[in-house]
């Protein structure tokens, strides 16, 4: 199983992403998990990509896909991927296309999770993160059992960088301009399905299973 994710930052791709992982048993590739990781080890993918990121901005193509390029060929991406976070331009998406025919391979589902712009904002504002373990909540959505504390490690749980008040509308702008012209990119493709993303998280996975699996 082949899956795209798309939507807006704040729509929920993570939290779906994860629980199509565990469900279907197939890897979560998450560019801005992988991006994240290499900033923290600074690396020198990570010094390249940071500035991009702290500025709400797209990382360049070609290092996003020489990253989805290697992950292609890691041995759990045999049975295939649920794709959270790429494409996010139409030269990814041509890109990602040109790699999985060269391998005989083709994307299942294209879902893309709608929600409207003032519940992005309130759900970026909440949204909180692990910085031990990654676990992901939300201050009024999917609050830890002890305030600001990790329910897995115990660690401090703090906001991502790029969910700040001075971040966020540009990100929502980037996203309106390089990554929603992808929705026509693969409407025409006979794999796309739009899923409402308001609603429960229990609620929103019913509508992906079914937009997965119809
Ligand atoms: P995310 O966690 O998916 O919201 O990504 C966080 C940040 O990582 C984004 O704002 C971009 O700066 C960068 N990023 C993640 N995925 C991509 C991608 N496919 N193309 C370009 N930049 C990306």
Same mark, same amino acid.
């Given at each position: 199983?082949r899956?795209?994710?798309?939507?807006?930052?704040?729509?929920?791709?993570?939290?779906?992403?994860?629980?199509?992982?565990?469900?279907?048993?197939?890897?979560?590739?998450?560019?801005?998990? *992988?991006?994240?990781?290499e %900033? /923290?080890?600074?690396? !020198?993918?990570?010094?390249?990509?940071?500035?991009y &990121? $702290?500025?709400?901005?797209?990382?360049?193509?070609?290092? *996003?896909?020489?990253?989805? %390029? /290697?992950q292609?060929d !890691?041995?759990?991406?045999?049975?295939?991927?649920? &794709? $959270?976070?790429f494409?996010?331009?139409?030269?990814?998406?041509?890109?990602?296309?040109?790699?999985?025919?060269?391998?005989?391979?083709?994307?299942?589902?294209?879902?893309?999770?709608?929600?409207?712009?003032?519940?992005?904002?309130?759900?970026?504002?909440g949204?909180?993160?692990?910085?031990?373990?990654?676990?992901?909540?939300h201050?009024?959505?999917?609050?830890?059992?002890?305030?600001?504390?990790?329910?897995?490690?115990?660690?401090?749980?703090?906001?991502?960088?790029?969910?700040?008040?001075?971040?966020?509308?540009?990100?929502?702008?980037?996203?309106?301009?390089?990554?929603?012209?992808?929705?026509?990119?693969?409407?025409g493709?006979?794999?796309?399905e739009?899923?409402?993303?308001?609603?429960?998280?229990?609620?929103?996975?019913?509508?992906?299973?079914?937009?997965?699996?119809?």
């Open positions: 199983m899956v795209i994710l798309l939507g807006p930052p704040g729509a929920g791709k993570g939290t779906q992403a994860g629980m199509i992982a565990e469900k279907y048993h197939v890897p979560q590739i998450s560019t801005g998990d *992988i991006l994240r990781e %900033v /923290k080890i600074e690396s !020198e993918l990570g010094k390249q990509a940071k500035s &990121m $702290d500025k709400g901005e797209l990382v360049p193509d070609k290092l *996003i896909i020489d990253i989805i %390029v /290697k292609l !890691e041995d759990d991406s045999g049975n295939g991927y649920i &794709m $959270d976070g494409p996010r331009t139409v030269n990814q998406a041509v890109a990602f296309a040109s790699a999985l025919s060269e391998r005989g391979e083709q994307v299942d589902r294209v879902i893309s999770i709608e929600v409207e712009r003032d519940e992005l904002i309130r759900r970026l504002n949204r909180r993160t692990c910085t031990e373990c990654g676990v992901r909540y201050i009024h959505f999917d609050p830890p059992r002890k305030e600001g504390v990790c329910n897995e490690c115990g660690t401090k749980l703090i906001p991502r960088d790029d969910d700040s008040e001075e971040t966020v509308p540009n990100r929502l702008e980037v996203y309106r301009k390089q990554t929603e012209p992808l929705i026509d990119y693969y409407k493709s006979g794999v796309f739009a899923v409402d993303g308001v609603g429960s998280i229990e609620e929103i996975f019913k509508r992906v299973e079914k937009a997965l699996e119809g």
